[in-house]
């Protein structure tokens, strides 16, 4: 498990930018050593550990891209029909020889080029006649041809390290001749919410409390990254407890996330617990949802303490922690670029801050879609992920938004 330094997260204070906290996870952060080989069939969602290379070219031979006829572009006529006998007949895992001078092959996609054939027509556009193929002029040479190593060559890079892979990844690995690959152990991540004010989704309810949906939410979204999560539950503020827990954690686990008390109030007691065992910076970022995020370490092994409304825990996993996890488990990944969308509303924002305004999105008549708000604003309304396609993103020199706008959308069926 990878051992961080206390002042790790530290940083020279201020509100950071999404990037700026990114760039400190690849420069700080080290990942996770220990890799393992699986099976092709294992391998979707896991991190590659190293650069493949082909070892074989891909296609590993000329072949044809479609139904028809293999000629020599020398035999062609260049202003009339050509007309040359049908000699053979190519099938995808045929054998290929030599196609004579002035000679065609009947051949089908996939099939092996026979040598000195170098031009595919397609067989709507040929007509067939007592063995004689008629070919229009004008075809190109090496059309609807598949050169060996079209693809990649033999020796080239296949995939790079840091890779997730995914079910085209995999495939291309198989294209390639391999079986495994090798891979770094997937992280072990804890899950803790806290406050007393939370209880267990079934249980009995006081009347001042509300159910834990944070460590569903972060379990969710970890699994879906292939991420070994171990629920730890509830924890309640006290002080002693709580450094116990944490530490108990850190022990084999490559994170500890932690959702709510991680202001600075008199009620938030999770920075006091983690400094009984490392280090805690509390970081404020210019966006919102999700102002506060503590980063530090317990024990060696990294913290992060999300806010604790459900919206701002989804925001600031899906843009900050995301890349934290991708630091610590040698994933070479980039934070989500968002695509252009119109405003369908009126929107004043303050300036120097990032804000994530949660759209559902309609057909455009430009074909550019329109984003509309969602009626409820804040940090705590689940329905606002539920009911919505997309985070709307302002930078931080935005600071108003006209219906008829141009802006960013990250789709959120993309984010996790």
Known sequence: MPQLSDDCFAHGGGAMTIDEALAL???????????????LAEADGRVLAADIHAHTALPPFDN??????????????????????????LQAGDAAGTLAPGTAVRIFTGAPMPAGADTVYMQEDVEARDGIAILPPGLARGANRRPAGEEIAAGAMALPAGTRLRPQEIALAA???????????????????????????????????VFDTNRLLLAGLLGRLGIAVSDLGILRDEPAGLAAALRAAAADHDLVLTTGGVSTGEADHVKPAVEASGRLDVWRFAIKPGRPLALGTVAGTAFCGLPGNPVAVYVTFTHIVRGLIAALGGEAWRRPRPMAARAGFNHKKRLGRTEFVRVTLADGPDGIPVATRFAIEGAAVIRSLTETDALMVLPDATERVTRGDLVGIVPIAGLA
Not at 25 to 39: D, I, K, L, S
Not at 185 to 200: D, M
């Open 25 to 39: 996870f690849r420069a700080r952060v080290a990942p996770v050593a220990e890799t393992e080989a699986v099976p």
């Open 64 to 89: 044809s891209a479609v139904d028809g006829y293999a000629v020599r572009h020398a035999d062609l006529t260049p202003d009339q029909d050509s007309r040359l006998a049908v000699v053979d007949r």
């Open 175 to 209: 294209g390639i001749g391999l079986d495994r690959l090798t891979v770094r152990r997937r992280l072990r991540v804890a899950i803790f919410s806290t406050g007393n004010e939370l209880v267990e989704p079934g249980a009995v309810r006081g009347p001042a409390q």
